[in-house]
């Protein structure tokens, strides 16, 4: 299979220009006569589901929550970069692009990456036309930060809710569209699978999640618009509903699964208390910059932190990179912290967790000052841990939190399905191994709001005389429904005694132990075999009651760890198979001689993108090589 | 670290919009009180799983108190005793051994029981879709520095846009008023340059849409205020209220 990624030829800063120029047009009267399906309610799919609308295609959007503004974009917290340069401090389009592109350890395109750059500070225009109370200076004008690392400030925020004010300002342009009759909404609705007519993908099957009814919806062309899989690793800072389920099911039709193994790992999340915990609460980055990392030099030490005299601490991160210390970038200090607990040094009840010391800087600051910029995260700690953060230090640990790879797409978002797109997180496009704080929302958005109106009209265009030709009536409808319904039914027929949350807890440990942060060969291998067992215990063991026609959340999580169980393990071949360092991961056998990661752009400068090749198969890799004509490719150093 | 607690939960069961629905009983032992009262909920729900009977259906998703799908009656109070605070970040260590907790679904007329705990709020969409939007179509928006916006309006909008939409203020309303949620939008959009052309009509067509959808009118009870887990003021009813007569009064609109 040769991927054609259909980047415009021409300069870098030309291209989308070029591209935007050249591209064929559908006439706005011809607009009407197309049906899209928008799979998901976030960023991504609210955003391209309201501006396709209003371009006069009808438009017919599905989401798993009851109301589109629930999906969990609602959670970022931190903010959304854009090239603005209101602050006048050196940043640029270019900056933007380069930031990102190395960010992301040049694993991303260069014409995707700079595109995106582009189209950033239209997105903070189109916010402020549609009421979102960005953060403001007392003139009046947006306020903005540095964050992550950057060394301009080019994050604009709404207080700790960027995403949420964004999602929900995506919401109501969609919910215009909605009262137009542009958009159908269907809530409470879960993609079972993609319908594909003569090669072109033609519509969805979707269970109704409160009737357990399967329902057909044909139309010309597919956005899936569904996130990432971060809860493959069973703790996330992802939502319940966050799944992998729609885009393992375009997989299993023929769509490509790109980098699966490039997954974020966020190093300060409150960590795990006991084997009831459904998830894992992320708290904003900045508080590394006045806490201090520690452990107790002694293993397995149980005194209270507060007990431990200086001398027996262990600040291994001011130790080990004494030029950035706590500061160092997010997956040095998460496989650090795995590292040490690994050790046996690790604090808590579970032993896997680090403390975050926050009194030198309440000594040499005052308490007011520390609560000032910390207020609200001390208060969510002291919520949940039931510690105070003033007196004691706290506890933190890494998790997972966003996951880069996803399905391959070219230039246009369109898969290697034909009339099948991918927006958002759900695709692999734009951050390459690894993602920059406040560059979800930026992704999300351009691709919903800027790049799709524009990118999917030559595929309809290519089209024009099918548009509304296949219906719900079409036998590929009842053929797919059939092989749902048989899916369920096999699931629920199974009677064994585990249930899907226990087996996806224990999926949910090997993919942390073995494929997290830090991973090698054995490993990973050990790896595969562990979860090739789990899927066999799954098939034999599990148990789902309740009915199928009905409101049951133990169907909904019995499909889902079903599709993780298959993802999981081509997750893991894709770490095994890219033996070098990259993004957020540490590959054990590739690092330099201080210990650090270590890149190979001589052997893995590509994006892997694995064919689905059938159930217990080894999928097939596809190489799609990386090209860098404007930047040269550097190694990080934090030493 | 690690306390555990016995309870009973009287739980709310109703099959569907149809069913009468009742309280049924359910010991739980040996919670841990470091688990959120949704992770109890999950525990009982995998042990009912295990003995083969139906889990209790109840809405949730991202249990870090922003996606406002959680929210049930706990002992009588929507979101529980905690103030500010959704249902998910609610801890079982604000409970002691012993207790008895009442768990209810949301009740409202406006809002029909789906299953259990989980009820449809549809209502607030169709609020929404009446108006609670600026029309800025994407592209072609001014730059963004283009119109300064005081810094004490814009704190005031971020005030009011900070609802998450839960519904917990019809389920404390005696009325089953919905007045504090359509307030906050109407008074986020109202305080911004950019909403004001919309806003005569957005007050009017929003409030028609809010008494259709069966909510009941406000009569200053405050209990929303109360138990509102994103500390949504009252004040905003006020401004609603401006809004619409103004709307009425002195606009063409009507």
């Not at chain 1, 509903?241 to 299993?252: E, L, P, Q, T, Y």
């Not at chain 1, 249930?499 to 132990?513: N, Q």
């Not at chain 1, 993108?609 to 990080?636: D, I």
Request: hydrophobic share 35%.
């Amino acid at each position: 299979m040769q991927l054609e990624s259909k980047i415009p030829a021409g300069p870098l800063t030309q291209k989308w220009t070029k591209y935007r120029g050249d591209q064929k047009l559908v006439n706005p009267a011809n607009k009407r006569k197309y049906t899209l399906i928008c799979v998901g309610t976030g960023l991504a799919g609210s955003a391209a589901s309201a501006s396709l609308a209003e371009l006069g295609y009808n438009v017919k959007t599905f989401c798993i929550q009851d109301s589109p503004r629930r999906a969990h974009s609602i959670a970022a917290q931190g903010g959304i970069n854009a090239a603005k340069n209101y602050p006048n401090d050196g940043d640029s389009i270019w900056r933007l692009f380069y930031d990102t592109i190395k960010g992301g350890d040049f694993r991303a395109r260069e014409g995707n990456v700079y595109r995106l750059a582009e189209v950033s500070a239209d997105i903070i225009d189109q916010g402020v036309a549609q009421g979102i109370p960005f953060a403001r200076d007392y003139g009046g004008l947006l306020a903005n930060r540095s964050f992550g690392g950057a060394q301009v400030s080019r994050t604009f925020y709404a207080r700790g809710q960027t995403g949420q004010q964004l999602l929900l300002g995506a919401y109501s342009s969609l919910s215009r569209q909605i009262a137009t009759g542009k958009v159908k909404m269907y809530p409470r609705r879960e993609m079972m699978d993609l319908v594909i007519v003569n090669g072109k993908a033609r519509g969805i099957i979707v269970r109704n999640l409160i009737t357990g009814e399967y329902e057909s919806h044909a139309g010309d062309a597919v956005l899936l618009c569904t996130g990432g899989y971060g809860n493959v690793f069973y703790l996330s800072t992802n939502a319940e509903s966050c799944n992998v389920g729609a885009a393992v099911k375009c997989w299993r039709k023929g769509a490509l699964m790109a980098n699966p193994c490039f997954t974020q790992i966020h190093p300060t999340c409150i960590p795990n208390s006991g084997d009831f915990q459904a998830k894992l609460t992320l708290m904003s980055e900045s508080l590394r910059n006045d806490g201090r990392v520690w452990v107790p030099k002694k293993k397995g030490d149980t005194r209270r932190p507060n007990d431990i005299p200086e001398s027996e601490r262990w600040y291994y991160l001011e130790e080990k990179y004494p030029s950035f210390g706590n500061l160092v970038p997010r997956d040095v200090a998460s496989r650090n912290a795995k590292y040490v607990c690994d050790a046996g040094h690790g604090v808590g009840p579970t032993g896997y967790a680090v403390y975050l010391d926050f009194s030198q800087a309440i000594q040499r600051d005052g308490k007011d000052v520390v609560q000032r910029k910390y207020g609200n995260l001390f208060d969510m700690y002291l919520n949940i841990v039931d510690d105070n953060p003033y007196e004691t230090p706290m506890m933190i640990y890494p998790a997972s939190h966003y996951a880069m790879g996803g399905l391959w797409v070219d230039y246009e978002l369109q898969t290697t399905i034909p009339g099948l797109f991918a927006l958002g997180e759900c695709n692999f496009s734009d951050h390459g191994a690894n993602r920059l704080g406040a560059s979800a929302l930026m992704q999300g958005l351009a691709d919903g709001y800027f790049v799709i109106p524009y990118t999917i009209a030559p595929y309809l265009a290519s089209i024009y005389g099918e548009a509304g030709s296949v219906t719900e009536d079409h036998p590929a409808f009842k053929e797919t429904t059939k092989q749902v319904d048989a899916l369920f039914k096999k699931l629920t027929s199974i009677n064994g005694t585990r249930t899907p949350d226990s087996i996806h807890r224990e999926l949910g440990k090997v993919m942390v132990d073995e494929v997290g942060m830090s991973r090698n060969e054995a490993g990973l291998k050990k790896a595969i075999d562990k979860i090739r067992e789990l899927r066999e215990e799954f098939w034999k063991n599990l148990r789902v009651p309740g009915s199928l026609n009905d409101y049951n959340k133990n169907v909904e999580k019995a499909h889902r760890v079903a599709d993780y169980l298959e993802f999981a393990e081509t997750l893991a071949i894709d770490a095994l198979e890219r033996a070098e360092s990259c993004g957020c991961h540490l590959r054990e056998e590739s690092q330099s001689e201080e210990g650090e990661a270590l890149r190979k752009d001589d052997k893995y400068c590509y994006v892997a993108a694995w064919e689905y090749k059938g159930f217990n198969q080894k999928p097939e890799l596809h190489k799609e090589p990386l090209v860098f004509e404007n930047v040269q490719l550097t190694q990080r150093s934090y030493k | 670290m690690s306390d555990t607690i016995n309870i009973t939960l009287k739980v709310w069961r109703q099959k569907g919009p149809g069913d009468k629905g009742h309280f049924e009983t359910i010991p739980v032992k040996d919670v841990v009180t470091h688990m959120s009262f949704l992770e109890m909920l999950d525990t009982v729900n995998e042990q009912l799983a295990l003995e083969g009977k139906d889990a209790i259906a109840f809405d949730n998703d991202c249990r870090e108190g922003i996606c406002g799908m959680c929210g049930c009656l706990v002992n009588g109070i929507a979101h529980g005793p905690m103030k500010a605070m959704t249902l998910c970040q609610l801890h079982m260590r604000k409970f002691s051994n012993g207790d008895t907790i009442a768990v209810e679904p949301w009740r409202a007329r406006a809002f029909k029981v789906v299953k259990d705990l989980a009820v449809d709020r549809s209502a607030l969409d169709k609020i929404i879709q009446a108006g609670g939007y600026i029309s800025a179509n994407t592209g072609g928006a001014p730059d963004a520095n283009g119109l300064p916006i005081p810094m004490e309006i814009a704190e005031k909008a971020m005030d009011a846009a900070a609802c998450i939409g839960c519904g917990a203020c019809v389920a404390a309303c005696p009325n089953a008023s919905a007045m504090l949620f359509t307030s906050a939008k109407v008074s986020q959009l109202a305080l911004l340059p950019q909403g004001r052309p919309e806003a005569a009509k957005r007050a009017i067509n929003m409030m028609r849409t809010h008494d259709a959808c069966g909510f009941g009118n406000c009569s200053n009870e405050r209990e929303c205020e109360a138990v509102c887990p994103k500390e949504i003021k009252i004040t905003n009813i006020a401004r609603l209220n401006r809004e619409y007569i103004k709307a009425s009064i002195g606009s063409d609109v009507m």
